[in-house]
């Protein structure tokens, strides 16, 4: 067996085990505590403000995902004040704008201080040099299977000379789907596990989006190991420090 691969073994493992553990948790927490009572009454309180609750909901994203807070709980939040339909709409907005402004900043005024610190990040020049090779694939990867948490990589991307437009729609094309599996996924999950119900489309959403997924990291898998110049692509992407 390649020994390089035995960590991603246990990493693999420990997610197993990890999710597991989440699944009995929650199907424990809804048979003590009334869970779908909640959610309901949490829907019916975001329904209540209309128009605004999406837009404050965007607006505090876009703030705490620039500030460093990771944007996947607020997505999977996204889906349980707001549904699986609205949720993934209001969801992909928050984190377009985030794109958008982090962007901005990286060209504008944040530009020389953002390029000092991304300039001591390992992997950065390799970076760069995946985005010369192919940017549209690159731009999307990342969006998967990211060097650097979700806001670092708008600020990397705004360092670049990739032009706005094509940084916003490849951005869109990992971003879309990512958000799909995160909110359907778990809404999915909150219907079986606490609702006793198997939502069958939904489920079959979920994979059609999880295999886009895999398909941009099977691309990914490729154009990381020609970066690399070796056999074989790291996986989290992983461009080798030389």
């Known amino acids: 067996m390649d020994e ?13 085990i990890v999710f597991l ?7 424990a927490l809804g048979h003590t505590v009334e869970v779908e009572g909640a959610v309901t009454a949490i829907r019916a309180w975001a329904d209540e403000f209309g128009p605004w609750a999406p837009l404050a909901f965007v607006g505090g994203y876009i703030l705490a995902t620039v500030l460093g807070f990771p944007g996947t709980p607020l997505t999977v939040v996204a889906g349980l004040l707001f549904g699986p339909r609205d949720g993934l709409i209001v969801a992909i907005a ?11 900043l990286a060209r ?3 530009h020389d201080a953002l390029e000092r610190w991304m300039a001591k990040r390992p992997g950065y020049e390799k970076l760069q040099k995946l985005l010369a090779r192919n940017q549209w694939t690159a731009i999307a990867i990342l969006r998967v299977q990211p060097l650097f948490p979700f806001t670092l990589v708008n600020y990397a991307l705004g360092l670049s000379r990739v032009p706005f437009w094509k940084y916003l729609l490849a951005s869109e094309i990992g971003m879309i789907p990512m958000n799909a599996v995160w909110i359907w996924s778990a809404e999915s999950v909150y219907r079986i596990v606490l609702g006793g119900e198997i939502p069958w489309a939904l489920l079959g959403f979920t ?10 990291v099977y691309l990914g898998r490729k154009i990381v190991d020609a970066v690399n110049g070796n056999g074989r692509a790291k996986f989290p992407v992983e461009l080798e420090a030389r």
């Open 94 to 104: 928050a984190s377009t704008g985030t794109a958008i402004v982090a962007f901005w």
């Open 207 to 216: 994979l059609g989006a999880a295999v886009a997924l895999v398909a941009l």
């Open 108 to 110: 504008t005024v944040a």
């Open 4 to 16: 390089s691969s035995q960590p991603r073994r246990r990493r693999a493992g420990i997610r197993v």
């Open 21 to 27: 553990f989440v699944v009995i948790g929650l199907w």
